[in-house]
């Protein structure tokens, strides 16, 4: 069964700074990975969608990458903002429907 | 961009009472899901629906049922609602490439608290 880390829980990090957000995965037969954040007591937002032969994506200040040999995806945030302060989940497609596994997130603070 | 629109952010119900949450999808997707979120316990499959009238258990389908008769409009039901279904409840659609799922896009959630 596809087991999905995100590792830490928790950071903390000062305005300004670039951070690098990680997502560990056993399966390597997925074939999307897409990172969400989570407001407190909202639904989740998609920020980037990453398909196995992409291996990069970029949004804005955001870049998402993916490495199935490693079993890793990685979210780099540039330029830290007090706006980026959330929970940010990454979520391993590997097969059908019932086959998407999330990770239980790492809650981010940006400090002013 | 795909909207996916939860009619209630919070409801309170009481104990043995049905519940209906809906869940509508603007882009015409062909899956659509339901999801409880829980401190600790991450997101749970409750249902999904791969097509009009079809629906399918997720790992935690007791107490619950769905009802899909529209492509666009997916509702959760809770039959008789216990304190223990608590809990921010998410829907997501999707669109599909075959059997694999492209990628969620997920409603703002329903708080529901049952007391």
């Known amino acids: 069964k596809q087991e999905v880390t995100q590792i830490p829980a928790a950071l903390s990090v000062p305005e300004g700074e670039n951070l690098v957000l990680n997502c560990s995965f056993t399966?390597?037969?997925?074939?999307?990975l897409q990172w969400f954040r989570q407001d407190p007591g909202k639904g989740l937002t998609s920020l980037l969608l990453?398909?196995?032969?992409?291996r990069e994506q970029t949004s804005g200040r955001l870049n998402a990458s993916l490495d199935k040999s490693s079993g890793r995806s990685t979210l780099y945030i540039a330029a830290s903002q007090p706006g980026d302060s959330a929970t940010y989940l990454c979520?391993?497609?590997?097969?059908?429907?019932?086959?998407?596994?999330f990770g239980t997130g790492t809650k981010l603070q940006v400090i002013p | 961009d795909v909207k996916v629109t939860q009619s209630s952010r919070y409801l309170v119900k009481r104990t043995g009472e049905k519940v209906f949450l809906e869940c509508v999808q603007d882009?015409?997707?062909?899956?659509m899901f339901w999801y409880r979120q829980d401190p600790g316990l991450g997101l749970r499959l409750i249902y999904f629906?791969?097509?009009?009238?079809?629906?399918e258990k997720g790992d935690i389908p007791e107490g619950y049922s769905v009802s899909r008769e529209k492509k666009e409009r997916f509702s959760l039901i809770l039959e008789s609602a216990s304190t223990n279904q608590t809990s921010m409840y998410l829907c997501?659609?999707?669109?599909?490439?075959?059997?694999?799922?492209?990628?969620?896009?997920f409603g703002s959630g329903t708080r529901l608290t049952v007391v």
């Open positions: 997501a659609s999707s669109d599909r490439e075959g059997h694999l799922i492209y990628g969620y896009t």
């Open positions: 399966d390597s037969a997925i074939y999307n």
């Open positions: 990453i398909q196995s032969s992409q």
């Open positions: 979520a391993g497609f590997s097969g059908g429907y019932q086959k998407v596994t």
């Open positions: 882009m015409d997707h062909e899956n």
């Open positions: 629906s791969y097509d009009v009238k079809m629906k």
